[in-house]
């Protein structure tokens, strides 16, 4: 299999807050993990691409003090959404490609995290 | 990556096959071309891709033009739970060397019983 989790599934906090959001592959090791964001009646938005051990590369246009990645593990990367106001209220994907597998053509993507920030 | 061109949405009746197109005039000879879809409110699921032959998985086929300007997507037999939105996307670079998947506005498919 190849099970992609995220946490929380979803978030409401205030405005100015700061607000985490986890990415595990539950069952295989990625080395390369994406985050995406989509608003009501769109398509999925690349906002970053995130290397283990190395820094995230970030799309044109996408803040990268504002939305701070991390990616500790071969199985964890860690969104956060800094001094969250109202605009960043959206739908988070991400995924995550396997190595070593043979299945590297891939992307397995998580649920989702839906925040709404007020 | 070169652009894809799809429908902007689609009917289904429930057991019948659906042909799902996409044009893809300018792409290269490296480019894969991906299937994804998404139910509503989850996240994007892998369907299948391919690159010069056709491709038949568990899920759906993959026909692809002989000059690969184009592209459909097979579902044999949709049922209610293929009522998704439809991405086809081409990606040439492999993801550990900076590949990546952008998503266009896909096909929205509705299957009626």
């Known amino acids: 299999g190849a099970v992609v989790s995220q946490h929380p599934s979803r978030v409401i906090c205030k405005s100015g807050t700061s607000v985490k959001i986890e990415c595990r592959s539950l069952?295989?090791?990625?080395?390369?993990m994406f985050w995406y964001r989509q608003f009501p009646k769109q398509s999925l938005m690349l906002m970053a691409t995130s290397n283990e051990g190395s820094k995230a590369t970030y799309e044109q246009g996408v803040e990268k003090d504002k939305f701070l990645i991390n990616h500790a593990s071969l199985t964890l990367s860690t969104l956060t959404v800094t001094s969250a106001h109202p605009e960043d209220s959206s739908f988070y994907i991400c995924s995550a490609t396997p190595w070593g597998r043979g299945d590297e053509e891939t992307q397995y993507f998580g649920p989702g995290t839906r925040l709404l920030v007020l | 990556d070169a652009k894809t061109t799809q429908p902007n949405s689609m009917e289904s009746n429930e057991e019948e096959p659906v042909h799902l197109p996409c044009n893809h005039s300018?792409?290269?000879?490296?480019?894969?071309i991906h299937w994804y879809r998404q139910l509503p409110s989850q996240g994007p699921e892998y369907v299948i891709h391919?690159?010069?032959s056709n491709v038949n998985n568990r899920m759906a086929s993959l026909a692809i033009a002989e000059d690969r300007k184009s592209s459909t997507l097979i579902l044999h037999r949709a049922t209610l739970r293929d009522a998704a939105v439809y991405y086809c996307i081409l990606r040439a670079v492999p993801y550990n060397q900076g590949g990546k998947l952008i998503f266009g506005q896909g096909t929205e498919l509705s299957v009626k019983p």
């Open positions: 069952d295989f090791q990625a080395t390369t």
């Open positions: 300018t792409i290269s000879g490296t480019d894969y």
């Open positions: 391919g690159l010069t």
